[in-house]
């Protein structure tokens, strides 16, 4: 989905990386662990992805349940 994309492309600019984001979920997950992080944020690091998703799923239910919609800049 073009949003969710867009929302990922943000979070990863906004921590500095270069990293192009794989075309599949699995390959996502996969290659999340070799994104360079210190062992101190690595336990938070791993929860990333669940939480972006997490925030997606929510602003999906609003847009198709509840009528409503955010710009993206405020998902994020």
Do not use: M
């Not at 070799?34 to 999906?60: L, M, Q, S």
């Amino acid at each position: 989905c073009r949003i969710t994309s867009q929302l990922w492309r943000i979070f990863i600019t906004l921590r500095g990386f270069a990293w192009p984001l794989p075309n599949r979920i699995t390959h996502l997950l996969y290659s999340w662990g070799e994104v360079g992080v210190g062992a101190a944020d690595r336990d938070r690091w791993r929860i990333v992805p669940a939480c972006i998703w997490w925030t997606v799923w929510k602003e999906r239910n609003a847009r198709c349940f509840e009528s409503k919609s955010c710009d993206l800049q405020k998902i994020n």
